[in-house]
């Protein structure tokens, strides 16, 4: 296929397609894949499912299906994927890149570098690089599928990923919490965490999230607890709490809104983030928090920006040892507004002048995710 003008996007049917764009970017001197580079990939036609073996609990699909593509695929044999993302119609291979797989699932499932067993990519010579194996044990070699997720293609694009997966729960309770205040929320999350919820609830919560639109602030999770257990729980949890509390056989995705439109990751010890809340209450923003996972996505409005509270909110996650990452480029611009920069560590950079010496695949992000 012949390449697009300089900014456009390189859309290849299949993977041999995308290393004939390799080597024509190396013969002709334009870079492609990172933010920075002359053209972006866009992997959208690479549907394929390699291999998917139910019995193994083992996926391999192409990146350019979705991760609520695959996540149908998995459930068609009774098995899960458990990875959410707050853009999950995003084509797998851009949300490596990302690596925009932190979610309400994060602090039990793990992130997308926890699911993958292998993966392919190309190299800049337009060969076939292989990380990892079809196996849940394997200790050969290094493991390099790490580096690719979240280097936004800047070491070559990722053609082909293997999951592990697991049985699909069933018979959840899911719990969605509304109150004027994060305040009793926050308290049921900390109860949650303790050793007396496991008295009084029994199985622990599968996932949690703390959301705040429009001033009004929600809970959301799932637990295979039963629905009368979960309610006679949250009844005892405090007031001002109104619940909706349901019985599903799958457990659901997270697909929200508010968060697929975040600029700014605040990740902190799950232990401070009631002190973040707290801090960053008063700037009125949306957010969406993980409180297991101790990470919270901010969605900055024009005004909120410039507010001292949430400018000294930024500064006090630094000031606590916390990661203040950009997600888009206004994140960038208004991290540089008060500022907080990072710059990627000397060994990525050694990584990229090993894989890519003459930076075919454009330079790294500025910020890494």
Request: charged share 20%.
């Amino acid at each position: 296929m012949s390449a697009p003008a300089n900014g456009g996007r390189l859309q290849p049917r299949n993977q041999a397609a995308a290393a004939d764009l390799v080597r024509q970017a190396r013969a002709e001197g334009w870079s492609l894949g990172s933010p920075a580079a002359d053209r972006q990939w866009d992997l959208s036609r690479l549907q394929q499912v390699s291999l998917f073996n139910p019995a193994d609990m083992l996926l391999t699909v192409e990146t350019g299906l979705s991760l609520r593509k695959i996540k149908q695929i998995a459930a068609a044999e009774n098995l899960w994927l458990p990875l959410d993302s707050p853009i999950p119609d995003l084509p797998l291979a851009d949300l490596l890149a990302r690596d925009a797989s932190l979610s309400w699932l994060s602090h039990r499932h793990g992130l997308a570098r926890d699911r993958v067993m292998s993966l392919t990519a190309l190299d800049d010579q337009g060969q076939a690089v292989y990380s990892g194996a079809r196996v849940v044990k394997n200790v050969a070699g290094y493991q390099l599928a790490p580096l690719y997720i979240g280097a936004w293609h800047s070491l070559g694009p990722v053609m082909e990923v293997s999951f592990r997966l697991s049985p699909q729960p069933s018979s959840l309770t899911t719990v969605s919490l509304e109150a004027a205040d994060h305040g009793p929320l926050l308290k049921l999350w900390t109860r949650s965490r303790s050793g007396e919820s496991a008295a009084s609830l029994g199985p622990p919560w599968e996932a949690l999230l703390i959301k705040r639109r429009a001033g009004q602030w929600q809970l959301r999770g799932f637990t295979a607890a039963p629905r009368e257990r979960t309610l006679g729980w949250i009844e005892a949890a405090g007031n001002g709490i109104q619940a909706n509390v349901a019985v599903v056989n799958q457990p659901p995705d997270e697909a929200d809104e508010v968060a697929s439109k975040a600029s700014i990751l605040i990740q902190v010890l799950p232990s401070q983030i009631v002190d973040l809340l707290a801090a960053l209450v008063p700037a009125g923003i949306d957010l969406i928090c993980y409180p297991s996972a101790g990470a919270v996505l901010l969605v900055p409005t024009a005004d909120s920006t410039g507010d001292q509270p949430f400018r000294a909110a930024l500064r006090s996650a630094q000031a606590w040892g916390g990661r203040v990452r950009p997600l888009s480029l206004e994140g960038a611009t208004t991290l540089d507004e008060v500022g907080i920069h990072e710059q990627p560590p000397a060994v990525m950079q050694r990584v990229k002048q090993i894989l890519d010496p003459d930076r075919v695949f454009g330079p790294w992000p500025e910020q890494l995710w």
